[in-house]
């Protein structure tokens, strides 16, 4: 999933406190669900436990790497559940009401304002392998110095398959794409592998079983890792090597192309939500897609475009950092005197909070990742490619719209002859590919886990005309 810019929940972890309240023992066990804050989701369990001295609970974030946190002031006075966070970035304060096994409210940290869901009860466990229609492997895959943990599928059909690599969105993805309880990547790979596809998915670099640097590498970086995965296919007997192609949802529908382009080995690519549009363009558009379908105030909405704009400005030039820093905490230090006097005792030194907010977004667009993804340039790459191309884009993505990203890649392959390149919309999908409502990033939690039936018959049906031996 492409990174969206805004503040990050920050964490450390506390001392177990407890709080009053009564029938608590109604919340026992885990809740799983997200945070949604400023256009940023985030995953969440918490566990809710009865003690002799009240309502205890910890919080885990699996995205920031959190387990096990401590919460303090823990309490249930039905319907209303309160607990709190200690933060660095100051007081994470958690105010929800439960209703139908649901907890709903608001989420409050220094002068960051959101909403959060929790629902009861743990993710359903994948079946055991030995129950699934088909075999899988766990493989290494080395690429210079990286090596690239992953899970291979292979349908019981006994002949060589054509075979697939998927390739991640943007930020610390695992092999199964876990975007707020959805597995993007496991669920679509289960599907195609039932359908006669060999499925390789693949931990992002430093992640799972995989090593490596994320932010200091580009997507030229995975590029090179889809092709280390391609060549890795053509040595299994169980593959056809005629037919591997690349599958890039978000991010890694830029790396597709782009290793489509330096090997002929690369048969066909699969593009869900790929830009076609350069970052710098595609993160603008978000911070208003994203900020409108999440109801944030206009004025909050243009302020940040303001500052997304100086920081970018900064990145392409490496100049005017002071004058950046000097923004970000004129606008922290802005909201922070609007807040009430409760909200402020989170912040006991309004001055260092603005400071260490412009220091962590400065830092995040410092990293190699972000400068070329902010500058790269998708459509002379995809005017040079020549395999079939299948590029699907969800009606309601705020991430990667869609219409301004289909004219451009429709315009790219027009451009370069490939009468192969198929562009569709899938209707009411959002960046995932569920159906949506408003396709608003906080929706992702709450929506079904499972795509929309069209894109499922979308991707199937193409991939079954293109692979087909003549």
Known sequence: ????????????????????????????????????????????????TTAPQGLAANIDIPQQGAKSLALRNVSFVPPKVHFELPAGAGLAVFEGALKDNTITGTFQQGTAAGTFTIKRGAAAAAPPAENLPYATDEVVIKNGDDTLGGTLSLPANGAPSPALVFLTGSGAQDRDEDVLGFKVFKVLGDHL???????????????????????????????????????????????????????????????????????RDVAFIVLMAGPSLNGER???????????????????????????RMLFAAAKTDQGWDEVDAAIRRT???RTAKMTVEERKAIPDAE????????????????????????????????RVTCPVLALFGEKDVQVPAEMNRKEMVAA??????????????????????????????????????????????????????????
């Open 1 to 48: 999933m492409l990174k969206i810019s805004g503040t990050k929940l920050a964490v450390f972890c506390g001392v177990l406190c407890v709080g009053p309240g009564f029938a608590q023992g109604q919340l026992d066990g885990r809740w799983q669900g997200a945070i949604e804050i400023q256009g940023i989701a985030l995953t969440i369990e918490v566990t809710f």
């Open 193 to 263: 592998t039932r359908n006669g596809f060999a499925v390789l998915r693949l931990d992002d670099r430093g992640v799972g079983k995989s090593t490596g640097n994320l932010a200091m590498s580009t997507s030229e970086d995975f590029a090179g890792d889809a092709l280390a995965a391609v060549a890795y296919l053509k040595t299994r007997k169980e593959i056809d090597p005629a037919r591997i192609g690349l599958l890039g949802h978000s991010e890694g529908g830029l790396e597709a192309p782009l290793a489509a382009t330096r090997s």
């Open 282 to 308: 595609i993160l603008l558009e978000q911070n208003f897609l994203v900020g409108r379908a999440e109801g944030t105030p206009e004025a909050n909405i243009k302020a940040n475009a303001e500052i997304q």
């Open 332 to 334: 922290v230090l802005a």
């Open 352 to 383: 260092a909070f603005a400071a260490k907010t412009a220091a962590a977004q400065i830092a995040g667009v410092k990293t190699p990742w972000f400068k070329y993804f902010l500058t790269y340039d998708p459509a002379p790459v995809l005017a």
């Open 413 to 470: 392959f027009e451009r370069g002859g490939n009468k192969a390149g198929a562009v569709k919309i899938i209707a009411g999908a959002n960046h995932l590919f569920q159906g949506a409502k408003t396709g608003g990033v906080g929706e992702y939690a709450s929506l079904p886990k499972a795509f929309t039936p069209e894109f499922l018959d979308t991707v199937t049906a193409w991939l079954k005309a293109t692979t087909a031996k003549k």
